[in-house]
């Protein structure tokens, strides 16, 4: 049996309209995970400043979390995109169904050792013998909910991958309106709920996760045929797991390592006061809502890389290079100057500090200018994982964080304060972006060389 035939096919037609069309939903999915987060600290918040302290430790873990089950989505996405792109639909629900069950085995991996550390954990994090309590009270549900995060996210990767961003995307945005519903609701009990508070923005999420894993486990089953009965041979779920685990786990350290080097370019500009500091955090709370255009698609641009990879129609891998770099120069451009414009509007309704302002315009005035590079290096590490690479991109993200970034932030820091700061941000960005241009082209092309000088393949 073939599997639906509800998504066309990413191996034919134009590259740039393919893109468009997987981006698009992904947008609303991506804005709406963010709006996820925003809608719980702001109810959370109106309970004090006890359970909104509580709640801040708790992101570190959170995060380290969702980073592992982002990058299992992306080892899923990439291997089962591959295998789907060279037709061998018997595999393709074969590597499904054991990447699900090594997400639920992991996931109940993190709820048993999360729920027997949790104490020393929070301890070594910071936490005070006042905050345990509450801390407690949200990561014990969050724990036992666990599964509820990273299957779905290996379900919806396996979606994306054979060319079905769609329902992605509606279930992201069902996930944060009813969260949205939720919250409120079981924080302060109304309509005759209980009173839960921090508990109670937990359960929320656990509940509105839960529906999100009944939703992706029918698509996946369902509508798409995607998953076939669970293997008992050993040998082949490690074979299974291997295949996932070699760009996933690369990926689980890509995205780690961005938040890292983020506490520590806080830690750099804590020197220069704290209104440096919220200057920062409101700029930083602006830059992804204008860069989730980017984000969009480096989620779509992996599993349309590696269909075409498996399949392989390697002039298409060089077309796909080639739009991105001109869509992250345009689009790019065109982000650096609308900032230039409505930087001091949109920060001014987050602060009416002077010195607040002027660091956060700082910015998103010069920081903007290399958001082209920024765009492309996400694209060029999707489409490494997409095409089974996984080092390049790991390689890349490394080097822009310790290899570059971090180095040129603390010189430029050092000699001309904030203004250094963001200057050497935006040439980190411009020169890993110039840099992943060239690797993912060269790749390309090294492709399309060894394609047609093989007599096997150039007869595909």
């Known amino acids: 049996m073939s599997l639906s035939k509800s998504s066309p096919s990413l191996l034919e037609g134009s590259v740039s309209s393919h893109l468009q069309r997987l981006a698009l939903p992904m947008v609303w999915g991506i804005l709406a995970a963010m709006s996820f987060n925003i809608a719980d600290t702001y109810f959370v918040s109106q309970l004090g400043d006890g359970p909104l302290a509580a709640m801040s430790f708790t992101f570190p873990v959170v995060m380290a979390i969702n980073s592992f089950a982002i990058g299992l989505g992306a080892g899923t996405s990439s291997a089962v995109a591959r295998v789907y792109g060279a037709g061998d639909i018997k595999n393709v629900r074969r590597l499904v169904t054991d990447a699900s069950v090594l997400a639920l085995l992991i996931a109940i991996v993190i709820t048993v050792i999360g729920l027997a550390t949790m104490r020393p954990l929070f301890e070594l994090l910071g936490a ?80 509105v996760r839960a529906l999100s894993f009944i939703a992706a486990l029918y698509f996946i089953i369902k509508k798409e045929h995607l998953m076939t009965a669970p293997q008992w041979r050993l040998s082949g779920l490690l074979e299974s797991w291997r295949k996932v685990l070699a760009v996933g786990l690369p990926a689980v350290l890509t995205n780690v390592i961005i938040p890292v080097s983020g506490g520590v370019v806080v830690a750099l500009v804590a020197v220069h006061g704290e209104d440096a500091v919220a200057g920062l955090g409101v700029a930083l709370r602006v830059e992804p809502l204008a860069l989730i255009v ?88 999707a489409a490494f994982n997409g095409l089974g690479k996984p080092l390049p991109a790991t390689v890349i993200s490394f080097l822009r964080v310790l290899g570059l970034y971090l180095p040129l932030a603390w010189i430029g820091n050092s000699l001309w304060g904030m203004t250094g700061l963001f200057v050497a941000t935006a040439a980190s960005n411009l020169i890993l972006g110039f840099i992943s241009w060239w690797w993912l082209r060269r790749d390309t092309h090294q492709r399309t060389a060894e394609t047609t000088s093989s007599p096997e393949l150039s007869t595909n």
């Not at 509007?345 to 082209?372: G, H, K, M, Q, R």
């Open 128 to 207: 005070g013998p006042d905050m345990l309590p509450l801390i407690a009270d949200y990561m014990i549900p969050w724990y036992l909910g666990t599964i509820f995060v990273i299957v779905p996210t290996v379900a919806l990767a396996a979606l994306r991958a054979i060319g079905n961003s769609a329902v992605t995307g509606r279930i992201m945005v069902a996930v944060a309106l009813l969260n949205l519903i939720l919250d409120p609701i079981l924080i302060f009990g109304l309509f005759g709920f209980p009173r839960l508070e921090l508990q109670g923005a937990a359960i929320a999420t656990i509940i």
């Open 294 to 381: 980017f984000y969009a698609l480096s989620s779509v641009v992996g599993p349309f890389m590696g269909q075409n990879a498996g399949a392989e129609k390697t002039d298409r891998l060089r077309e796909t290079v080639s739009v991105l770099a001109r869509f992250c120069l345009v689009f790019g451009a065109g982000l650096a100057v609308l900032l230039y414009f409505v930087a001091e509007p949109i920060v001014s309704l987050f602060s009416d500090s002077t010195e607040v302002l002027a660091v956060a315009v700082a910015y998103l005035t010069l920081v903007p200018l290399s958001y082209a590079g920024y765009g492309f290096v996400m694209s060029a590490n």
